[in-house]
């Protein structure tokens, strides 16, 4: 089965950038989306096709996928921003939704 | 006007059965691809189930496949989750979500979902 690999936490400063990255064997050719889950709440997609974005989406959010390895990037990083991302892809070969293991970002 | 809501959970003794359901509003249901997503507690999301606009096409995650069955009515603008021999580890709060065609589409409604315990 599609497996896609994210780091279990990244840190930033205040006004710093953020990367958090999504792993999965060519996930280049797949359409990745990301989503956004703060605690007590549902996900919220923030990124979706690789790097376009919902409206209501700040700019800062913004996402890349090329290879094996898909990316979101989160600009001027806000104490909000404080939450549990997971990348996300429809795996074809199995006819599986498939789910990165998520990535807490932390905001220091 | 929150468009999707979840009911049914519980708890519930390993073995039993239990469906979930959840209403939709504000959008045009049968258009939607529905899914169920589960997230254990303190763990991340595990996508279950998915039907398509029109219940033809039905797709589980291995960990459920022959014990959940997915199904929609649209008149009624619902989805259903029935869940067979649940197991401990099937205990989660479960999200339905919605996502237009094609299969590849993101989930871009959730509801809030429901707690369901699977427990003696």
């Known amino acids: 089965s599609y497996v896609l690999a994210q780091p279990p936490s990244v840190s930033v400063a205040p006004g710093q950038t953020a990367s958090i990255t999504c792993g999965g064997n060519?996930?280049?050719?797949?359409?990745v989306h990301w989503y956004q889950q703060r605690p007590g709440q549902a996900p919220v997609v923030v990124v979706y096709d690789d790097s376009d974005r919902p409206s209501g989406i700040p700019e800062r959010f913004s996402g890349s996928s090329s290879g094996n390895t898909a990316t979101l990037t989160i600009s001027r990083v806000e104490a909000g921003d404080e939450a549990d991302y997971y990348c996300?892809?429809?795996?074809?070969?199995?006819?599986?939704?498939?789910f990165g293991g998520g990535t807490k970002l932390t905001v220091l | 006007q929150v468009p999707l809501v979840e009911s049914g959970g519980g708890v519930v003794q390993p073995g039993r059965s239990l469906r979930l359901s959840c209403a939709a509003s504000g959008f045009t249901f049968s258009s939607f691809a529905m899914h169920w997503v589960r997230q254990a507690p303190g763990k991340g999301l595990e996508w279950v189930a998915l039907i398509s606009f029109d219940g033809r096409n039905k797709y589980y995650a291995d960990s459920v496949k022959g014990r959940f069955t997915v199904s929609r009515d649209n008149s009624k603008n619902t989805l259903y989750l029935q869940m067979n021999s649940l197991r401990a580890e099937d205990t989660a709060v479960y999200y339905c979500?919605?996502?237009?065609?094609?299969?590849?589409?993101?989930?871009?409604?959730w509801g809030q979902g429901t707690l369901v315990t699977v427990s003696s």
């Open positions: 060519n996930i280049g050719y797949k359409s």
């Open positions: 996300q892809v429809w795996d074809s070969s199995s006819d599986h939704q498939v």
């Open positions: 979500a919605s996502s237009m065609i094609p299969l590849w589409s993101p989930f871009d409604y």
